[in-house]
């Protein structure tokens, strides 16, 4: 994070004096979280988000840690042993 906070810092510096847009590809998990890294790192940057899904449909299950298993998922297992 340091070495990317002196690589933005760096470029803002000689952008002084004009607004700073910074476009983000993404609304996952991943690209939320680096949008709000910029603006935590660019204060003052326009930060725009650019996907073309917003919503539950931005991410799999998987990769938002939601996963959850059932007892349909697994053959020859009683509830005890899914739990």
């Given at each position: 994070?340091?070495t990317?906070?002196?690589?933005?810092?760096?470029?803002?510096?000689h952008?002084?004096?004009?607004?700073v847009?910074?476009?983000?590809i993404?609304a996952?998990?991943?690209?939320?979280?680096?949008?709000?890294?910029v603006?935590?790192l660019?204060?003052?940057?326009?930060?725009?988000?650019?996907?073309?899904?917003?919503?539950?449909?931005?991410?799999?299950?998987?990769?938002?840690?939601?996963?959850?298993p059932?007892?349909?998922?697994?053959?020859?297992?009683?509830?005890?042993?899914?739990?």
């Open positions: 994070l340091d990317h906070r002196r690589i933005i810092t760096n470029h803002v510096i952008f002084c004096g004009t607004m847009r910074i476009g983000v993404g996952g998990a991943i690209g939320l979280s680096s949008a709000i890294s603006q935590k660019v204060p003052g940057a326009k930060v725009t988000i650019i996907a073309d899904q917003f919503g539950s449909d931005t991410t799999s299950s998987g990769a938002g840690g939601l996963f959850r059932y007892l349909g998922h697994f053959t020859g297992m009683d509830e005890e042993m899914v739990k």
